[in-house]
């Protein structure tokens, strides 16, 4: 159980972010007769737009109506990778023996777990903090966000004019329609970070990164975890092969995989979470029962675009949220969107990258399309599970690309570090990069240098002739070179050499 001392500390903690994200004595400033920019969403996507906007001599505003940061510091990126740090330690004690390591039992302190992920949190708030915001020149206003006209947006008793306006209003946990979930308590990324006792039995709902990430988490933390999802596999956008690697390590690590699972019906009663489940293991016919302590929802995501007032401003909005062109214009052509609100892509790096773009198309008549970016995912299990560009499916079904696969079984590094299961994969067109996945324990930092090269239209030649330091696990990118270097010695090129070098010996 969480002592008084680890309440305080947590309390403590929460209280500096607050006091970073939404300060409690915060007043709204009066607004300009008119902004270059007004940013609807304190998120990643509104903050960049935000600050760059300022930070180039725009008068810009800024509305939140929650918590600055949004998902990524609050509920999402940073809590979630303090949890996994914690976790990795658990992960690492296992692999001790096998190492030449013997250590004692290892003590789980989830109450004090959950106290650094709240320290971590309320110490990076500050770099989203409100006073940052407004010493960079920005008004911050507090409060639900509509539009009036298509040049104005309302805060209250405020209205704020504008030149450009962007949307930045992210999105929120998907609830999946299961008979009777709506009667049953359950967690969701929004809450499973204020836990301060770990759940017994955990079930959670979804394979995807979230669940994979935080079910290979937890059980390392403690708990009994049951994953389910209705898709036959893990990580279904991902690679198979990676899909099957990290089904094997998920299971190594404790955790139960319900995959091709139908839940018919969610229940509770004082004790326990029910699910009753069809298909998977349960076979034809049969029903299967599911009891757990606590139930995640990780199901995906929809768009935040109630409450918005669209029509006012002749914006239109469907189920994957505010519709937008190739630059991020929305159908009034003064107002963006950026981030999840409108992307497909819902990472923190990819709102980033598209509020960078709508800064140039948006105050400079840019005319940068979102196309052009080569955005990577990465899931951050162990191992984890990295990729860019075109996936596995799209290659094999294409005649004109290519597949080259590195296992990590022939990288000396991974060798050492006894870490051989994963592989590098690159998908090329005559050698001309255009996609790769990576499973390996540090993927998501060797996936930067596949995206460089994905994006200045590198090549595999270029791979083979960069010089990476050894040893390291990023090698196995320079023998993907390699391989591709090999495969144009076709036979009639080495004939050719033959007869050189047999005129050169004589």
Not at 88 to 111: C, H, K, M, N, Q
Not at 412 to 430: C, K, L, Q
Not at 456 to 482: F, I, M, N, W
Request: charged residues 25%; contains cysteine.
């Amino acid at each position: 159980m969480p002592s008084a001392l680890d309440a305080l500390v947590t309390e403590a903690a929460d209280a500096e972010r607050l006091a970073h994200v939404r300060p409690p004595t915060w007043t709204n400033p009066t607004p300009a007769p008119m902004y270059d920019l007004v940013v609807i969403g304190g998120g990643t996507a509104g903050l960049v737009c935000a600050m760059g906007a300022a930070g180039l001599g725009a008068r810009v505003a800024l509305v939140e109506r929650h918590l600055l940061g949004g998902d990524c510091l609050n509920t999402g990126c940073v809590p979630s990778k303090a949890l996994l740090r914690s976790a990795r330690v658990v992960g690492e004690w296992r692999r001790g023996p096998a190492l030449g390591i013997t250590v004692g039992e290892v003590r789980v302190d989830f109450a004090q777990v959950m106290v650094r992920v709240r320290a971590r949190r309320a110490a990076i708030a500050a770099h989203d903090a409100a006073e940052r915001l407004r010493a960079a020149g920005v008004d911050v206003f507090f409060g639900d966000a509509g539009f009036v006209d298509r040049r104005s947006v309302g805060v209250g008793d405020r209205r704020l004019r504008f030149r450009r306006a962007v949307i930045a209003t992210g999105s929120r946990p998907l609830v999946p329609p299961i008979a009777g979930l709506d009667t049953v308590p359950f967690l969701t990324n929004e809450s499973v970070f204020e836990l301060r006792a770990l759940p017994r039995r955990l079930l959670i709902i979804g394979a995807g990164p979230i669940g994979c990430e935080l079910g290979q988490a937890f059980a390392r933390l403690g708990s009994s975890v049951t994953l389910i999802d209705q898709a036959e596999r893990l990580l279904p956008r991902d690679d198979p092969d990676a899909a099957v690697i990290l089904a094997r390590h998920l299971e190594r690590d404790g955790v139960r995989l319900e995959l091709g699972a139908r839940i018919e019906r969610a229940d509770s009663d004082a004790d326990a979470v029910r699910l009753t489940l069809s298909g998977s293991h349960t076979g034809e016919g049969r029903a299967c029962l599911l009891h757990g302590d606590a139930l995640l929802v990780a199901a995906g995501r929809v768009p935040n675009v109630d409450g918005l007032d669209l029509d006012a401003a002749g914006i239109r909005a469907g189920p994957s949220g505010i519709e937008v062109n190739e630059r991020l214009q929305t159908s009034n052509p003064r107002v963006y969107a950026s981030g999840d609100v409108c992307s497909e892509l819902k990472f923190t790096h990819a709102a980033d990258a598209l509020s960078r773009l709508v800064l140039q198309n948006a105050l400079f008549f840019g005319r940068r399309s979102a196309r052009a970016l080569a955005i990577p995912w990465v899931t951050y299990t162990d191992p984890e599970v990295a990729h860019v560009g075109v996936t596995c499916d799209r290659a094999r079904s294409s005649a004109r690309l290519d597949t080259i696969t590195v296992p990590l079984s022939e990288i000396d590094r991974a060798i050492v570090d006894d870490e051989t299961d994963g592989f590098v994969r690159v998908h090329h067109e005559r050698g001309r990069f255009r996609g790769c996945t990576i499973v390996a324990p540090h993927a998501g930092e060797m996936i930067g240098e596949a995206v460089y090269v994905l994006t200045h239209g590198g090549s595999l030649t270029a791979l083979s002739a960069t010089v990476h330091p050894y040893p390291t696990a990023s090698e196995a990118l320079r023998k993907a070179g390699d391989a591709y270097r090999r495969q144009a010695l076709t036979p009639r090129v080495r004939r050719w050499l033959t007869r050189y070098f047999d005129w050169t010996r004589g």
